[in-house]
């Protein structure tokens, strides 16, 4: 009989997960990881099962009817199986309502994403509306406005599939995706009711029950100033569609479980969220949320591409050696580890200050460094899981590019973490104008405060944030320089951030478990090079080699 290749084999992704198990150890008072661990053990048994079951079925997508039998315009959105499951596994373990509620206190935005990181992968993107969902909370409890925070949030923080709402946000535009301030969307008060109309582009989660989007005022002057946020509910109160019309759903390189749809607004009826002016300021917080949230999605999206990678090894001999006794592929697989521990740090790291921040109890210290970092933390991670998903698809040779193996969808979904909510460059520039408005001082003093003995590795981390004072300092005064090393400015913060931290938690592990595995993985991880810093600006030469009309 020929030969046939075991499949890798996920176990329960809680249990097995050292990295998370150990950072709860050290970051949540033991009553609280009590109280939450059962629910972490269902979902990460939960996850081991749904990688199992997508194996057996092909790849199912959302689909559009525009027209029942009869002609009548529908647009009705036909969900794939795990989105219809959806609502209720958010309901039941608080993907959203865990992040709002008051019994953990200042540990409830880790005690949520602890939970998101273990269901993402398992709830084939279901986690973008549930983030939009609890952005949209932010936000609308940052507004001031006391109608549509009474009437709404407990809907998008309900734990009763029954009532729970989900939110869209609706800012992508043809004119300008990032340059919000090209939106074209007009609102117009008719018989004292606001409408909006125009056309967006790009909305995930077109089903969600309402949205939050950005339209400027008849009348009122150009710029991102003058734009209004909105609160749209999508439907009318016999379940009709709200004045929108679905133009069509957006055939994408991934996430294509995740109903993404381009829009026709015609008289929808909205409500102010905030005034009539600065929206993009009254959705800020939700963009703060959403950027945490897809770095947690990144992490997640990382593990499991690790996990899958390492038990293939343990599985595939070639050579007549196993691939995880091959001293070059054991090689890969701990570099893989030790990035992803590292990521793994600064943004849990971030969910616990993000926590801190929103119960009150942050220094202004923390505030500022909590400022900087969450684009640091979207940006890095974003990359960075492109970069692991496409190596543990290189490290199964031909099977990782083979569809149904699953792996191909784990590369293809990953692109999205560097796009959405910010590229890479925005991010960048994002990170780069805190830094000049705010300075490095208050942000380096909050990373500061939380300090232990941590070894020689903390040196390496000083020297990276030291050569990126000094790389602002050599070009203060170039803007065109500052912007065009952006990038590895932002790199070289969130690499040098993150081996901070992972660098107390290998002292914290080796004191007291005697761990050594993140120590090991942070001498790996310093040793890729913490500097990323561009020392001159791009030859504009290189772009102006070909002309074209």
Same mark, same amino acid.
């Given at each position: 009989m020929s030969f046939v290749q075991d499949a890798p084999v996920l176990a329960n992704?809680?249990?097995?997960?050292? =990295?998370?198990?150990?950072?709860?150890?050290?970051?949540?008072p033991q009553p609280i990881r009590a109280a939450i661990e059962p629910d972490l053990d269902e979902l990460g048994a939960h996850a081991a099962r749904a990688w199992r079951d997508a194996r057996e079925r092909s790849p199912a997508t959302p689909t559009l009817t525009r027209h029942d039998a009869w002609g009548e315009r529908v647009d009705r959105i036909?969900?794939?199986?795990?989105?219809?499951?959806?609502?209720?596994?958010?309901?039941?373990?608080?993907?959203?309502?865990?992040g709002h509620e008051s019994r953990h206190g200042a540990h409830a935005r880790s005690d949520q994403f602890a939970r998101v990181y273990l269901q993402h992968v398992a709830s084939e993107f279901f986690t973008c509306p549930l983030a939009m969902s609890? &952005?949209?909370?932010?936000?609308?409890?940052?507004? &001031?406005?006391?109608?549509? =925070?009474e009437r709404v949030v407990p809907r998008l923080l309900s734990r009763d599939p029954a009532t729970l709402w989900l939110s869209g946000q609706w800012m992508t535009e043809t004119s300008g995706g990032?340059?919000?301030?090209?939106?074209?969307?007009?609102?117009?008060?008719?018989a004292g009711r606001w409408r909006l109309y125009g056309r967006k582009w790009f909305t995930s989660a077109i089903h969600a029950d309402m949205a939050l989007t950005l339209a400027r005022p008849g009348g009122a002057g150009d710029g991102s100033a003058a734009l209004a946020l909105f609160h749209v509910e999508t439907r009318d109160a016999r379940g009709r569609w709200n004045g929108l019309r679905i133009e069509r759903l957006k055939d994408k390189? #991934?996430?294509?479980?995740?109903?993404?749809?381009?829009?026709?607004?015609?008289?929808?009826? $909205?409500?102010?969220?905030a005034g009539l002016d600065h929206g993009v300021r009254a959705i800020a917080p939700m963009l703060n949320v959403t950027r945490v949230w897809n770095a947690v999605c990144a992490l997640a999206t990382m593990r499991r591409a690790i996990a899958l990678a390492v038990d293939y090894a343990h599985r595939r001999t070639a050579f007549g050696v196993k691939l995880v006794d091959q001293p070059l592929h054991r090689a890969t697989l701990a570099a893989m580890q030790a990035e992803f521990e590292a990521a793994f740090a600064f943004v849990f790291f971030v969910t616990g200050l993000l926590g801190r921040v929103e119960t009150g109890v942050a220094s202004d210290d923390e505030r500022a460094l909590l400022r900087l970092a969450t684009p640091l933390a979207k940006l890095w991670?974003?990359?960075?899981? =492109?970069?692991?998903?496409?190596?543990?698809?290189?490290?199964? #040779? #031909?099977? &990782?590019?083979?569809?149904?193996? #699953?792996?191909?969808? +784990?590369?293809?979904?990953?692109?999205?973490?560097?796009?959405?909510e910010g590229t890479t460059n925005v991010l960048a520039l994002d990170a780069l104008r805190v830094v000049l408005e705010r300075g490095l001082d208050?942000?380096?003093?909050?990373?500061?405060?939380?300090?232990?003995?941590?070894?020689?590795?903390?040196? !390496?981390?000083?020297?990276?944030?030291?050569?990126?004072?000094?790389?602002?300092?050599?070009? !203060?005064?170039?803007?065109?320089?500052?912007?065009? &090393?952006?990038?590895?400015?932002?790199l070289t913060l969130a690499r040098a951030i993150a081996a901070t931290l992972l660098a107390r938690h290998a002292e914290? $592990?080796?004191?007291?478990?005697?761990?050594?595995?993140?120590?090991?993985? +942070?001498?790996?991880?310093?040793?890729?090079?913490?500097?990323?810093?561009?020392?001159?600006?791009?030859?504009?030469?290189?772009?102006?080699a070909d002309r074209y009309d």
């Amino acid at each position: 009989m020929s030969f046939v290749q075991d499949a890798p084999v996920l176990a329960n992704q809680y249990t097995d997960d050292r =990295v998370l198990r150990s950072w709860l150890e050290r970051n949540l008072p033991q009553p609280i990881r009590a109280a939450i661990e059962p629910d972490l053990d269902e979902l990460g048994a939960h996850a081991a099962r749904a990688w199992r079951d997508a194996r057996e079925r092909s790849p199912a997508t959302p689909t559009l009817t525009r027209h029942d039998a009869w002609g009548e315009r529908v647009d009705r959105i036909e969900l794939t199986p795990a989105w219809r499951d959806g609502p209720a596994r958010a309901a039941r373990y608080g993907l959203v309502a865990a992040g709002h509620e008051s019994r953990h206190g200042a540990h409830a935005r880790s005690d949520q994403f602890a939970r998101v990181y273990l269901q993402h992968v398992a709830s084939e993107f279901f986690t973008c509306p549930l983030a939009m969902s609890d &952005g949209a909370a932010s936000a609308l409890e940052a507004s &001031g406005n006391r109608s549509l =925070v009474e009437r709404v949030v407990p809907r998008l923080l309900s734990r009763d599939p029954a009532t729970l709402w989900l939110s869209g946000q609706w800012m992508t535009e043809t004119s300008g995706g990032s340059d919000v301030s090209r939106t074209e969307t007009v609102a117009r008060q008719e018989a004292g009711r606001w409408r909006l109309y125009g056309r967006k582009w790009f909305t995930s989660a077109i089903h969600a029950d309402m949205a939050l989007t950005l339209a400027r005022p008849g009348g009122a002057g150009d710029g991102s100033a003058a734009l209004a946020l909105f609160h749209v509910e999508t439907r009318d109160a016999r379940g009709r569609w709200n004045g929108l019309r679905i133009e069509r759903l957006k055939d994408k390189l #991934g996430t294509r479980e995740l109903p993404t749809a381009e829009i026709r607004l015609d008289a929808a009826l $909205a409500e102010p969220v905030a005034g009539l002016d600065h929206g993009v300021r009254a959705i800020a917080p939700m963009l703060n949320v959403t950027r945490v949230w897809n770095a947690v999605c990144a992490l997640a999206t990382m593990r499991r591409a690790i996990a899958l990678a390492v038990d293939y090894a343990h599985r595939r001999t070639a050579f007549g050696v196993k691939l995880v006794d091959q001293p070059l592929h054991r090689a890969t697989l701990a570099a893989m580890q030790a990035e992803f521990e590292a990521a793994f740090a600064f943004v849990f790291f971030v969910t616990g200050l993000l926590g801190r921040v929103e119960t009150g109890v942050a220094s202004d210290d923390e505030r500022a460094l909590l400022r900087l970092a969450t684009p640091l933390a979207k940006l890095w991670t974003g990359k960075l899981a =492109v970069e692991i998903t496409s190596e543990a698809c290189e490290a199964f #040779g #031909g099977a &990782g590019y083979i569809e149904n193996t #699953g792996l191909p969808l +784990l590369l293809r979904d990953a692109q999205v973490y560097p796009i959405w909510e910010g590229t890479t460059n925005v991010l960048a520039l994002d990170a780069l104008r805190v830094v000049l408005e705010r300075g490095l001082d208050a942000p380096a003093r909050a990373l500061d405060a939380g300090r232990e003995p941590a070894g020689m590795h903390n040196e !390496a981390a000083t020297t990276a944030l030291a050569a990126a004072r000094a790389w602002l300092d050599r070009h !203060a005064g170039d803007r065109a320089a500052l912007e065009a &090393g952006a990038r590895g400015f932002a790199l070289t913060l969130a690499r040098a951030i993150a081996a901070t931290l992972l660098a107390r938690h290998a002292e914290w $592990a080796m004191r007291t478990t005697n761990d050594p595995r993140p120590r090991a993985a +942070l001498g790996l991880f310093v040793a890729h090079g913490l500097i990323r810093l561009a020392e001159s600006a791009p030859d504009d030469a290189l772009l102006l080699a070909d002309r074209y009309d």
